[in-house]
């Protein structure tokens, strides 16, 4: 836990108000957020148990998925989306698909939180509307961003922490990336999550339209339509995401080679692997790993903030 103060005042969570099947790393408080990492335990098969949270809660897979119940309603979490928890709501994990899965967390003081919610408009209801959330490349990089400030050094400052947190919040609420006015049926739905499933547990293989469609009951076209409307992206677009956002999390140890994870998450060559790399996150893979990950991801969040800024209101430094 970082030296970072919390004031008295402030409603804090319990430090370890967590159920079996979870492994927490708690990595700093402030008086407004909590951070940390957090690593499934238990196998593919089992299911955690249920636990709530005493305040709102986001959180971000970085290897593996698993199935969310809560609330009568499960979705498929992965590294293309956000679980989004609201406080008191129980919930739990089951059906674990590909590595063990492991991934962080950001809970938000819930009166920042609902403010948030409500935006410009005061009579909007605050909170979560669904349990499963779009997650863009500028709130992945703001997140993974968060993190590596975080553990830079032993105490970050409070208020860089803070400012970065809400940017984050605020992303979740706003995000850039929009799915269709008209979300597929449950039964459609439950087939869109086979075949997320399907790809992330082959995520290497060169799969085939055909294949995951007859794996999944519906027609190819089908499957095509359904599975833009419920993502915002088509079949090859969640693929290469997923296995970008995989290479986020391993390129950051420098024993790890570039060329082999290049191959080994389904590339033809370590080129066409940097290509797709870059063109997601703006950067090369060799360039953000090692001691400069920290600030190559800022680098890069600012990049993504003067480009989403309307005109004429840029850095005014």
Same mark, same amino acid.
């Given at each position: 836990m970082s030296s970072l103060e919390v004031s008295p005042s402030v409603p804090t969570p319990p430090?370890?108000?967590?159920?079996? %099947?979870?492994?927490?790393?708690?990595?700093?408080?402030?008086?407004?957020?909590?951070?940390?990492?957090?690593?499934?335990?238990?196998?593919?098969?089992?299911?955690t148990a249920v636990q709530s949270q005493r305040w709102p809660m986001m959180s971000f897979t970085h290897v593996g998925a698993f199935v969310v119940h809560s609330a009568g309603r499960s979705a498929v979490i992965d590294p293309t989306c956000t679980l989004l928890i609201n406080p008191g709501a129980p919930y739990r994990m089951s059906?674990?698909?590909?590595?063990?899965?492991?991934?962080?967390?950001?809970?938000?003081? /819930? +009166?920042?939180?609902?403010?948030?919610? !409500?935006?410009?408009?005061?009579?909007?209801? /605050?909170?979560?509307?669904?349990?499963?959330?779009?997650?863009s490349t500028r709130s992945?990089?703001?997140?993974?961003?968060?993190?590596?400030?975080?553990?830079?050094?032993?105490?970050?400052d409070a208020l860089e922490v803070d400012e970065m947190a809400m940017d984050l919040v605020e992303a979740a609420f706003r995000p850039a990336?929009?799915?269709? +006015?008209?979300? /597929?049926?449950?039964?459609?739905?439950?087939?869109?999550d086979r075949a997320r499933a399907l790809i992330l547990e082959n995520l290497s293989a060169p799969l085939k339209l055909d294949d995951v469609a007859r794996a999944v009951g519906l027609s190819p076209f089908h499957l095509c339509r359904v599975f833009r409307r419920s993502t915002g992206r088509t079949l090859h677009q969640y693929r290469t995401a997923?296995?970008?956002?995989?290479?986020?999390?391993?390129?950051? +140890?420098? !024993?790890?080679?570039?060329?082999?994870?290049?191959?080994?998450? %389904?590339? #033809?060559?370590? #080129?066409?692997?940097?290509?797709?790399?870059?063109?997601?996150?703006?950067?090369? /893979?060799?360039?953000?790993?090692g001691t400069r990950k920290a600030d190559e991801l800022r680098r890069l969040v600012r990049e993504w903030n003067a480009a989403a800024a309307p005109p004429g209101l840029g850095d005014s430094n």
């Open positions: 430090a370890h108000a967590y159920a079996v %099947g979870v492994a927490i790393d708690p990595l700093v408080a402030t008086e407004i957020f909590r951070v940390g990492r957090w690593r499934c335990v238990v196998g593919p098969s089992e299911s059906r674990h698909f590909g590595e063990r899965s492991h991934g962080a967390y950001i809970l938000v003081r /819930p +009166d920042v939180f609902a403010e948030v919610g !409500r935006g410009e408009s005061a009579a909007a209801a /605050p909170g979560f509307s669904e349990i499963e959330g779009p997650s992945y990089l703001l997140h993974r961003s968060l993190l590596e400030r975080i553990t830079a050094e032993p105490a970050p990336r929009r799915r269709s +006015d008209a979300p /597929p049926r449950r039964r459609q739905r439950a087939r869109v997923l296995r970008l956002r995989v290479a986020l999390e391993r390129i950051a +140890d420098p !024993r790890v080679d570039l060329a082999g994870l290049s191959l080994e998450l %389904g590339y #033809s060559s370590h #080129s066409h692997f940097t290509a797709a790399f870059r063109k997601e996150f703006g950067v090369s /893979p060799s360039k953000i790993r």
